[in-house]
């Protein structure tokens, strides 16, 4: 007689949630590290979250010498990144349009070589269309030697396009941890 028990009609129910419940998590997983991407393209692209286009082309603006916007710098280092970083300056006025250029300084606290990844974001939102880096330590990945200290220069512009009431732009940094890449 070929009668399955109900123990063994338990164990293979038990083994069909198990793979679909593996299946869940192994989907979860991926669809979180895909969804990290696309939303930094997002971001980037609506100037949403603060997020600012990475690199801007010089041209030929035109100074807005009626108005000065002052610009603000913060920096935040994550955890497991074990650098010093911060701005040189706090804030400078700028005129809209003129290219100016500050400079943050980092320096690795530890005695191994450590690699981290500076991600920018600007605020109020509806400037950050306006903010226009044309040199920024944070287009790659930097990478400092055991107690190496560097300074890092931001070039950038305000667009004279800036709405007349926005008066103060924070740039904000924060540097993460990055994997040195495999060879």
Known sequence: MDTISSAELKQAANRRLGLKL??????SILFAFSLVPLYDVLCTVTGLN????NFAAQGNTVIDEDRWVKVEFTSNVMPGLAWNFHPKQ?????????IETVMFEA???TNEVVAGQAVPSV???????????LECFCFVRQ???PGEIREMPLRFYVSPDLPEKVEAVTLSYAFFNAVKPAN
């Open 22 to 27: 593996l299946w869940l998590v192994g989907g």
């Open 50 to 53: 603060g997020k600012t286009d």
């Open 90 to 98: 706090s804030s400078i006025m700028v005129r809209p349009g003129k």
């Open 107 to 109: 320096r690795n606290m």
């Open 123 to 133: 605020s109020p939102s509806i400037a950050s269309t306006h903010f226009k880096k």
């Open 143 to 145: 990478e400092l030697q």
